[in-house]
């Protein structure tokens, strides 16, 4: 059996960030009836509104920081930091001179065997086993020495 393999990142992110978002990019990297993972961009000012659904949600930054909200509480969150999103309760997040990177894995209910992952706004849900994307082709190409040059901000990514 081959390795499934998803990419995401830049190049392989939606232009638009889910319903109820602005000013960010994302990609979807698995999801079923038992859940969703998914890769967050968020640009300078970008977010998510305010909202709640059914799902048990994580909310894991992997890169650059921004705030979170859960209920009435607002905290700044940073890579290396996971914040819990409780089923029906209001949460969001966004940034304000920076940029974020983070990776929502949402969980549709502890045995599984829930109605899907449902989404706060209307936003259709996967059946078992179907995929958000084709798995990509190609290799990786060498390092053309970018990492040498310092950070450059046309490739999307924070700092």
């Known amino acids: ?3 499934d ?3 995401f990142g ?6 638009q960030g889910p319903a109820g978002t602005s000013g960010l990019a994302g990609t979807p990297i698995a999801g079923d009836a038992r859940g969703l993972i998914a890769e967050l961009a968020f640009s300078r000012g970008g977010r998510i509104e305010p909202h709640a659904n059914p ?6 930054v992997i890169e650059g920081g921004g ?3 859960v ?3 607002r ?11 409780p089923p029906d309760v209001t949460h969001g997040a966004w940034t304000d001179y920076g940029e974020m990177r983070a990776i929502v894995v949402e969980f549709a209910s502890p045995d599984g065997t829930g109605p899907g992952v449902l989404e706060g706004r209307a ?11 084709e798995p990509a082709e190609g290799e990786l190409r060498e390092d053309p020495g970018r990492l040498h040059r310092g950070y450059d901000p046309a490739e999307g990514e924070p700092r």
């Open 75 to 85: 905290i700044r969150v940073a890579a290396g930091e996971a914040v819990l999103w």
């Open 1 to 3: 059996m081959p390795i």
């Open 55 to 60: 799902n048990t949600t994580w909310f894991v």
């Open 10 to 15: 830049v190049g392989h992110r939606r232009p």
């Open 5 to 7: 393999v998803v990419r």
């Open 67 to 69: 705030w979170v909200e």
């Open 71 to 73: 209920g009435d509480e």
């Open 123 to 133: 936003v259709p849900v996967l059946g078992a086993g179907e995929r958000t994307a």
